[in-house]
């Protein structure tokens, strides 16, 4: 039964995998996208073809592959007894040959794959077939998710393959001109084949190893994702209807080699949802408190436009937590820090953890900083996101003034970096392209859905994300606390109990529970 309550009848013939709850769960995720009204639609292994036919039938112009010869046989039966043209179900899948032979030449809205997630077999233990075992092959690759991925071929632009100038000297070009060449592959970007530029895609996975890595797998390649729907069965495992989608594709890129202030720059210039500005050196940057931090080479500096048009009761505490979870997921994909990690990608015994408000820490210093500002200018208002990150250690010139400026700062805030933190280098491109990905998973609502008018903007997508990380940031926060000291307030020592839905740290002081909105509010000694 599907989920709007059409019954449809396949035959199943040997090594064709029959529906099954997993079945439904997918079912019931393309159903919440609504009416196809002709949109173009890709299932991949297709199996007995329930799922395409049925999103036929939904007004999906849906083609189908699978790499089994029954299935493809058994969906273009079910096909043709529908009325739908058998043509469109083509034998193979992604990582066989050019994309045209299995999805043929279209450039779809929505391609779904219920993804192989069966374990290895223990010992000599039999299998199902040769197919189902040359699906174990490729789980043991990697995941056959990554067949798709590599089949997608999508080049996302970035700060440092753009065209830039310096915003201090509009008209002065700086080294990090791009090629010509550099330029066509952002339009590669803009319309690859096989996935159209606000395409979704949706991926149903379970919960053992290979399927806790995908979001990570590609976030690191330039792609969003949220988890839509989800069941679990008595044995604890989970499955997952994961969305994928390119993050902030419309959004403006840019990047300079020295700027007053990336947040700045854009709370003047505005932009779409998600538009950003890389530095490889900021000389005004400023934390909380307009604390100044200057960015140097050892550093990454970016920002983004969250908010550009009226005014919202936006909620900076929400976002700036958000934030902090997006860059720590970033950074435990870049270093492949996966022990302990949950189905979300955050490491519980991490060297990394947020710090409420707006920083990530290790276990000896500050990592990374975020900080939210906004303007209004009558009935309009812009609110941009800067986050910094100490890539490696910066070693300055003592006796120079902006020197000097950062030994207080650091006395006051002993930093790290993640260079000294897990002995290896993480790239600007790299992090910018991650951190943009793992961004969009929160600010950004997946393409392809329909939404009433309330739920479509960045406040309710900002609500929406909030409520479903609240436990984890303060998850988070708790780890932070194993290795360092409580906070004190009003000069005495107290113990955080909660996050609220603003985003407040509740603490109990002298017995009472007490919200607090800003950090100056709190001393956060350090051991």
């Known amino acids: 039964m599907t989920p709007d309550n059409q019954e449809i009848e396949a035959q199943i013939p040997p090594t064709t995998y029959p529906p099954r709850r997993d079945t439904s769960l997918l079912a019931e995720a393309i159903f919440s996208l609504g009416g196809g009204r002709g949109r173009k639609m890709l299932e991949i292994g297709c199996g007995s073809g329930v799922i395409s036919t049925w999103a036929n039938q939904r007004k999906w112009q849906c083609s189908a592959c699978d790499i089994n010869p029954y299935s493809v046989a058994a969906t273009r039966a079910l096909f043709s007894n529908h009325g739908f043209p058998p043509e469109m179900v083509r034998e193979g899948g992604p990582g066989e040959g050019a994309n045209s032979a299995w999805a043929g030449d279209e450039n779809y809205d929505l391609i779904v794959w219920n993804l192989p997630y069966m374990s290895p077999p223990e010992n000599d233990a039999e299998l199902l077939g040769p197919l189902e075992e040359s699906a174990l092959l490729d789980l043991e690759k990697g995941g056959t998710d990554s067949l798709l991925l590599n089949s997608l071929q999508i080049i996302e632009p970035n700060s440092a393959s753009i065209s830039h100038t310096n915003t201090q000297h509009p008209t002065e070009e700086v080294a990090l001109n791009i090629s010509a060449s550099a330029q066509t592959q952002q339009t590669s970007f803009m319309g690859s084949r096989l996935l159209a530029k606000d395409g979704l895609i949706l991926l149903v996975h379970s919960s053992n190893e290979n399927g806790r890595e995908i979001a990570g797998k590609w976030a690191k390649r330039g792609w969003a994702s949220k988890i839509i729907h989800s069941t679990s069965f008595a044995d ?19 990047g300079v080699s020295s700027i007053d202030s990336t947040n700045r720059y854009l709370l003047e210039k505005g932009g779409r949802l998600g ?133 207080a700062h650091e006395h006051k805030y002993p930093h790290d970096s993640l260079q000294n933190i897990f002995s290896q280098t993480v790239s600007r491109k790299e992090l910018e392209r991650t951190l943009n990905a793992t961004l969009a998973s929160y600010f950004e609502n997946p393409p392809q859905q329909i939404l009433p008018a309330e739920q479509e903007n960045i406040i309710s997508q900002t609500d929406s994300s909030y409520l479903a990380e609240k436990a984890q940031i303060f998850s988070n926060l708790t780890h932070y606390l194993h290795h360092h000291s409580k906070p004190l307030f009003s000069g ?20 009472q529970s007490v919200a607090i909105d800003s950090s100056s509010q709190l001393t956060w000694p350090h051991k």
């Open 492 to 511: 005495v020592e107290v113990k955080p109990t909660d996050i609220n839905s603003e985003g407040e740290l509740v603490v109990t002081h002298k017995g």
């Open 275 to 407: 538009s950003r500005i890389c530095a490889i050196q900021q000389t005004e940057g400023r934390g909380m408190s307009n604390n100044k931090w200057e960015t140097k080479e050892g550093s990454f500096a970016c920002s983004w436009v969250l908010h550009d048009g009226m005014q919202t009761q936006f909620k900076p505490g929400q976002a700036q937590l958000l934030a902090g979870l997006a860059a720590l997921k970033a950074i435990n994909f870049l270093t492949d820090s996966k022990v302990g990690t949950d189905k979300e990608g955050i490491c519980k015994d991490a060297e990394i953890f947020q710090k409420w408000p707006n920083d990530i820490w290790s276990r000896r210093g500050k990592v990374a900083g975020i900080l939210i500002e906004g303007r209004s200018d009558g009935t309009k208002q812009t609110i941009v996101l800067g986050i910094g990150v100490n890539l490696c250690e910066i070693v300055s010139d003592p006796s120079s003034a902006s020197s000097k400026q950062n030994v």
């Open 236 to 254: 604890g495992e989970e499955l997952f209807v994961l969305a994928l989608w390119r993050a902030f594709s419309e959004a403006r890129v840019e």
